[in-house]
């Protein structure tokens, strides 16, 4: 499922976000910006590289509290990167309570038990190489474009996936509506509306930059405290990256991600045990929807790692485990469906010029040959090849 909605009466066609996006996921047809549903990642990409608005990424909102008994906000420690001491992130937590919801519950506990967990297997792992991202577009990336290393991505689902299952067995017997503040458009897909994700039990998810002007009108000299986790701030703002291990790499942003997996895919990373993914630069800190840039979010996260606590509880690994997927079955199939759609593709490019000049709508001729190749375009509709025909006849 995609996030990412467009605005025709904004749109130019200038094909920027054609040109931007990772995974040839846009087209142009019919005068329309399309966005395939299968290929995006929800990067957030193409919103950045649209300087018309004509593509937004909006999550629910605040009204969308009354329709519950209760509600509770989970809080990413990723929202703290903007603050620069402990007392900011107190205002901010006291910014944050006046929202309206009538709990919050903060996400650090959940991201440290996953952080020291993760560690754990890296101890544990002999040889196999272990592909860890917090992140979804990360995932989705794996899964659509790199099944085949899906067995190495570790088994534990993500920190607030974790925490509203909690929640959910928690308040069994109300009508609880659960609210995820968002850092990024990828973990908008992570909830129930309006996206119809059914897999987590986060009912709605919040863009913060959507309430950057309320949140930050209602920052005063008021304080509540912050509950910071040591091991929570390390995961957003490193991954495991702050470990100075030749066998574990620490990649940032998303062209990056690409070429790392790619080489993993053909084992040519076979020096690397650890592979920590994060389409933002600097994680989950460097996400689009955050007010402040990366750079300083990094130096503000090791402040405030100084106050914050270690890890108070953990958790069960059966409880923090990912719902699993048959990896065999997929890998199987996708092998084969992969290996006969791949020659389809070649033989079709084979026929197309090879200029990507996007006048067919297509980012390029390989995004066109895909297309053929799945039955959703011919090769009469490259204008290139059209007008060589009627130029000739
Ligand atoms: S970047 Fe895409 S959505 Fe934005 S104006 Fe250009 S074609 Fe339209
Ligand atoms: S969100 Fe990313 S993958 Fe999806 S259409 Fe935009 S740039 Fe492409």
Redesign the pocket.
Known sequence: M?V?SYTLHHCIKCMH?LR????E??TIRNERVN?SAE?????????SGCQHAGLTAKGSTLVDKENYEYSVCLVPTSIYADCSSLEEAEKLNAALEKLGFDELVYLGEYEGNVYSRVNEALEKSEHRLIISSFCPTINRLIETQYPMLMECQVDFELPAVLAAKDLRRKYADKNCGIFLLCEC?SKLALAKYPYGNQTTEIDHAISIVDYFPLINGLRSEQRAPAQLCAEGIKLVATGLGSRFDKQILSVNGLDKVIKALELAEFGLLKEVKYLSLSACYNGCIGGQFLWGNSFNGRINMHELLKEAKPLQHEFSLASMARTKENYDEKKKSSMADRMKRFRAINEAFDYLPGYDCGACGFPSCRAMAEAIADGHQSIKDCRILGKRETDES
Do not use: L
Not at 20 to 23: A, E, M, N
Not at 39 to 47: H, L, P, Q, R, V
């Open positions: 995609s990412i976000c931007s996006c990772p995974t996921a846009i966005i290929k995006c990642i929800n990067c957030g990409k193409c919103i458009p």
